[in-house]
């Protein structure tokens, strides 16, 4: 049940990858495009969860954790150079 779980699961997120990715290519904006690139990190994120429990390790654990926190500082510079034009006042 749970090797059915997981399946549907990658099966999904890997969708809503390539759907991000026709998001990134057809934005109309700056901003939409910034919105598309964090959520493709959190995507990609569900999917090292996801590596995690198919593998029964604690190693995609600790890369998903570096990957978001790296993540959150990447869309932070980003929305403060969208805002004031400089990342550093």
């Not at 999904?12 to 990134?24: D, Q, T, Y």
């Not at 090292?48 to 500082?73: K, S």
Request: hydrophobic share 60%; glycine share 6%; net charge negative.
């Amino acid at each position: 049940m749970l090797e059915l779980a997981l399946q549907i699961a990658f099966t999904l997120i890997g969708l809503s990858l390539l759907m991000n990715i026709v998001r990134l290519i057809r934005g109309p904006s700056l901003p939409d495009r910034i919105l598309t690139l964090d959520t493709i990190y959190i995507n990609s994120l569900a999917l090292l969860i996801l590596l995690g429990l198919w593998h029964n390790t604690a190693f995609y654990f600790e890369a998903a954790l570096l990957i978001a926190m790296l993540g959150f500082i990447g869309t932070v510079a980003a929305a403060k150079f969208l805002l004031r034009g400089d990342i550093i006042e």
